[in-house]
């Protein structure tokens, strides 16, 4: 059993497999350099089922696959293969911006993921490629009829709101659960990786929003799947819900159960933390056991976050 000297229990395991993508989103990069992982750096997908299997054996039940975008990775249906075969791991899902669901869906389903969200911050074309540098929103829509029609469910979209970008269109979102059985989850604006758009008046409270989405109608509180931080609600008479991470106004660290590995191969216990041990020592040089280099992790997992910037941009530490 994976348990940090604070007693929380460690059951969820995302794993970055690639800090490259195709989009730019303004929230994402790094205004500092960023120097691409070499590709003799990245983790194998043999090097990735063995640290999924390790884990498996001591508690992680959860395991999510994240990036930059985790399907520009070549072949990543094979690692999905080879993970949803792992005795222990119960669910296995993937974050995406959603560009090439379109034509991925059906082969990722078949692969054997569980799950999938998709990034989607506003329904305004114009904006949309002001944000990500591609005028794809279209195809992403596309990607998420897609994702719903091959049986994916839940489908969640993630929306980070940044003032000043996309808070007038928080209801408009949500709206998108009313017709579709999708959960749209609102989520802070978080300062990783000196991002050069990220400043204090950018942030958006969930409160604010949830507000926002009050005044339109009354939400109950709704079922949650998965055991991830997000309060969850609904619209009456909605197909789907709606979800708040907030991990800026109200931290939940105390409830973490979660530790991240990086396309190179770091176990990141922390987010918001650059405290990161090495696991390639294990399995390329055979230096350190993973247990020994988990037990470590463990060891370091900070209390509670403070709100820095890290050394890492977010597409290079897998959100
Ligand atoms: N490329 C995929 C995508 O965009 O969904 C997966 C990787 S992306 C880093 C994972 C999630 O982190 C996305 O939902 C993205 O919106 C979110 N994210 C990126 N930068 C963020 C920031 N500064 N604050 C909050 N969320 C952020
Ligand atoms: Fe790429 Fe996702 Fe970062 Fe956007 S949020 S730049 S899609 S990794």
Redesign the pocket.
């Known amino acids: 059993m994976l348990k940090d000297r604070y007693g929380r229990k460690i059951n969820y395991l995302r794993i970055s497999v690639t800090d490259r ?1 195709n ?1 730019k ?1 303004i ?2 990069l790094s205004k500092g350099k960023w120097d691409w992982i070499p590709h003799e750096e990245i983790l194998r997908f043999e090097e990735i089922e063995e640290i999924v299997k390790f884990a498996c054996s001591v508690g992680v039940k959860r395991v999510r696959l ?5 399907l520009v990775r070549k072949d990543i249906e094979v690692l999905i293969e080879m993970l949803s075969s792992i005795s222990g791991l119960q669910d296995l899902s993937l ?3 959603g560009y090439f669901l379109e034509e991925m869906a059906e082969i990722l389903k078949k692969a054997g993921l569980k799950r999938i ?3 989607i ?1 506003t329904l305004n074309p114009q904006k949309f490629e002001k944000l990500t540098g591609k005028p794809a929103l279209k195809k992403v829509l596309r990607g998420l009829e897609r994702a719903l029609e091959v049986g994916f469910d839940p489908v969640k979209i ?1 929306v ?1 709101v940044i003032r000043g970008f996309n808070d007038d269109e928080v209801v408009n979102l949500a709206k998108l659960s009313f017709e579709l059985p999708v959960e749209v989850r609102f ?6 990786g000196k ?1 050069s758009f ?1 400043s204090e008046e950018h942030i958006v409270t969930i409160d604010e929003v949830k507000q926002k989405l009050e005044q339109e109608g009354s939400l109950v509180p709704a079922e949650k799947i998965g055991g991830g931080p997000a309060e969850v609600w609904k619209w009456k008479g909605a197909k789907g819900k709606v979800g708040f991470i907030s991990p800026i106004s109200h931290h939940f660290c105390s409830t973490c159960n979660r530790m991240r590995i990086t396309p190179d191969g770091r176990l990141r216990p922390c987010l918001f933390s650059d405290i990161e041990i090495d696991l390639k020592q294990a399995l390329r040089e055979k230096k350190a056991t993973l247990k020994e280099l988990f037990t470590k992790a463990l060891e370091l997992k900070p209390l509670r976050h403070h709100k820095n910037f890290t050394r890492r941009p ?2 290079a530490i ?2």
């Open positions: 993508c989009f989103c929230y994402c994240t990036g930059g975008e985790p974050t995406t911006n969200n998709i990034s911050d993630n980070v989520i802070e604006f978080m300062p990783i991002n990220w977010m597409h897998g959100g």
